[in-house]
């Protein structure tokens, strides 16, 4: 039990420190281009952690069951990097062109992935299984510490828990506030929208990137 509470204060921690770096440039922008209340901002975000919990459970699973070996697989993540990378681009996409865009399959993307906040679950899963230095050391602690493979997942359910508690939950709330500035004002508000878009994008090919360097 005493482990357990340690995973769960690890998740806390590292959510207010090293994590909201990576999931922040992405979260804030998406939630300040597509939503305009604060119960859509926190439906977003529980959305998104629900997406990184499921990935480290997986992740625990796969230390619980190959121990060290589970460390060592960088070349068979390399392909789920890739495809998190082109999700995350087309996620840019659909939210630079908008619901307005009147072509029939990007309507149908942006009202199934968008709106509906699917995009959001899946962006949350393949974020955090992306290379992640205090991420790599919870799993590196995780295996000296385990004896049966169901520690793996109960302990990093613990630390996927801890992390529910971010500061991107606050952020989320401002950030849902902060589109009904510029909805009486349309056109700043879709270059706003163009603008997140466009970042969002560019973190998709960064990612991209980074796995082929």
């Known amino acids: 039990m005493h482990n357990a509470w340690i995973f769960f204060a690890s998740g806390i921690i590292l959510n207010w420190g090293p994590c909201v770096g990576q999931c922040a440039p992405f979260f804030i922008p998406y939630v300040v281009s597509t939503k305009t209340s604060v119960q859509e901002g926190i439906k977003a975000w529980i959305s998104f952690w629900a997406g990184k919990l499921v990935a480290y459970l997986l992740l625990g699973l796969l230390v619980g069951l190959l121990g060290e070996r589970a460390l060592s697989y960088n ?3 390399r392909h789920l990097f890739w495809l998190g990378g082109i999700f995350i681009a087309l996620l840019g996409i659909l939210i630079f062109l908008g619901k307005e865009n009147r072509m029939p399959f990007c309507s149908f993307l942006h009202r199934n992935i968008v709106k509906r906040d699917r995009g959001i679950f899946a962006a949350g899963f393949f974020i ?25 997942i109960f302990y990093i359910l613990c630390f996927g828990l801890g992390s529910f508690f971010s500061p991107l939950l606050i952020l989320t709330i401002f950030s849902a506030i902060f589109p009904k500035i510029f909805l009486n004002r349309q056109r700043i508000y879709l270059i706003f929208q163009r603008i997140c878009g466009i970042f969002i994008f560019g973190l998709g090919m960064k990612i991209l990137f980074t796995v082929y360097r």
Do not use: R, T
Request: proline fraction near 7%; aromatic fraction near 14%.
């Open 75 to 77: 070349q068979g993540l």
């Open 128 to 152: 955090s299984v992306l290379p992640c230095l205090p991420l790599l050391g919870i799993f590196s602690y995780l295996v000296l510490i385990i004896k049966h493979w169901w520690q793996g």
